[in-house]
């Protein structure tokens, strides 16, 4: 059974840094295109980052250069490293496959940036 569970969110200030993690119970992780997604309140879930199977990563423009996304295919986890955080920032983070299911949404981790 797929499942993507989601930690390392919290409360941080404006221009600080959160590592997210996301460990994914599923077959042959290491081929899998995963991506990051985010909703705030009111709005649509978002795509923001992607790795792909060879590493190769895109960014949505919105957080370009204050993101990074990596995976460890030993321990078949993506992470998303966040850094120079601003108040539009805050949403819930999910992990998904780069075409998400919608039927493995997980829980989310909650990130709060605010002082």
């Known amino acids: 059974q797929v499942q993507f569970v989601e930690s390392g969110g919290g409360l941080v200030q404006p221009g600080g840094s959160l590592r997210l993690s996301c460990v994914a119970s599923?077959?042959?992780?290491?081929?899998?295109?995963m991506g990051w997604y985010r909703q705030a309140p009111g709005k649509q879930r978002e795509l923001v980052a992607t790795?792909?199977?060879?590493?190769?990563?895109e960014y949505a423009d919105s957080v370009k250069g204050r993101f990074t996304i990596s995976r460890d295919n030993a321990k078949n986890t993506v992470y998303l490293q966040m850094d120079n955080l601003k108040p539009e920032d805050t949403a819930v983070y999910y992990c998904?496959?780069?075409?998400?299911?919608?039927?493995?949404w997980g829980q989310g981790t909650q990130v709060t940036v605010s002082s």
């Open positions: 998904n496959f780069r075409i998400p299911d919608p039927a493995y």
């Open positions: 599923v077959r042959m992780f290491n081929i899998r295109n």
């Open positions: 790795i792909f199977s060879g590493e190769y990563t």
